[in-house]
């Protein structure tokens, strides 16, 4: 016995009418699963994060060796939670948007590796990861980057060793033809980017150098280079122009980098080139996230209203980035010239 409607043996206008119902019932079934859709995840999916049901729900991640940007807290700025410039401004985006952030510590390889997206930004351990300059190159095949929080304030600088007189033992004026210069692994400026540095003492361009890995492999890619460097093992070395200001050792800093060897700046290697810009679009950005993954279209908005803020301006002043923050109505220059 057949229990399906054979609508064969219907009237045309029973027909009719059937497949009007039809209709409807369809119409209303697609209007729930839109309703669904609209109700759905405010957020790019994470494995085994619960999405953001009501408003976005945003995980970045940070690593905790750049001092002012990303660093370890210690008491009593925190109870040794991930701090820095970038967590402060990304915990400061809730009180402008109804969204949630948490920043969370990862290794900054995992983020970005040897001219390769990292594991963990490809994989989706977070959704995007902080502080990462917008350079040219290679990191704009793999990713996307929010707008930025500072200004350009990152010029790239190459560092050279010094023989027992106190010289270079590369001058400023070389062009590094013939060269090999040793890269910071990971890290903005990017390998790929110093042919599109000019050098500022012949307004040329450097050239007929080759790029080499690091042959020192430690937890801390700044280290790596650096020791490569030292051991002869390189002539020069791209890295950002305050970055040996930067891994000084100084009373409050935790350090997990190599403390001695960086003391050595100024004795053992030097820069022969700094302020060397060309190599990024824009400065340090929020987020760097996989390409197509559209955080920047939640996070950019948010961005944008922040920066307007006391909040902001307080921030830069606490981590002493006031000269290189975009000025607002709190900043006093702004204020002197009203």
């Known amino acids: 016995e057949e229990s399906f409607l054979d609508i064969s043996r219907l009237s045309f206008s029973k027909t009719m009418s059937f497949i009007k119902a039809m209709l409807v019932f369809q119409g209303l079934g697609m209007a729930r699963g839109a309703h669904h859709v609209c109700n759905g995840p405010k957020e790019p999916l994470i494995p085994g994060i619960m999405p953001g049901a009501s408003k976005p729900k945003i995980i970045l991640a940070q690593d905790i060796d750049w001092p002012r940007y990303a660093y370890l807290g210690v008491p009593p700025e925190s109870d040794f939670e991930v701090a820095g410039i970038g967590h402060d401004i990304a915990m400061g985006l809730e009180t402008v948007c109804n969204l949630s952030m948490t920043v969370v510590e990862m290794k900054w390889s995992k ?14 351990e977070v959704h995007g990861c902080m502080t990462y300059t917008h350079t040219y190159g290679a990191r704009n095949r793999f990713c996307e980057f929010s707008k930025p929080i500072l200004k350009d304030n990152k010029p790239g600088g190459i560092l050279v060793q010094l023989d027992e007189f106190g010289d270079p033992k590369v001058t400023g004026d070389s062009d590094l033809s013939g060269k090999k210069v040793v890269d910071v692994v990971g890290w903005a400026p990017t390998a790929d980017t110093l042919a599109l540095a000019e050098n500022k003492c012949t307004k ?18 700044n280290n790596d280079a650096l020791a490569t460097l030292l051991n002869g093992d390189a002539d020069a070395m791209w890295v950002y122009a305050d970055q040996a200001k930067n891994y000084q050792c100084s009373e409050g800093v935790t350090a997990n980098w190599d403390c001695d060897l960086w003391a050595g700046f100024g004795t053992t290697f030097a820069y022969i080139q700094t302020g060397l810009f060309g190599h990024a679009m824009a400065g340090t950005t929020l987020s760097m996230s996989k390409k197509g993954s559209g955080l920047s279209e939640i996070l950019n908005p948010c961005i944008d209203k922040f920066i307007l803020t006391k909040d902001y301006y307080d921030i830069c002043v606490k981590h002493g980035f006031d000269g290189s923050c975009f000025e607002n109505e709190h900043f006093p220059a702004t204020q002197a010239t009203e």
């Open 111 to 124: 983020c970005w590796g040897n001219a390769i997206i990292g594991k963990g930004l490809e994989h989706g």
């Open 204 to 221: 040329e361009r450097f050239t007929g150098f080759t790029m080499v890995q690091p042959t020192v492999t430690t937890a801390n890619a």
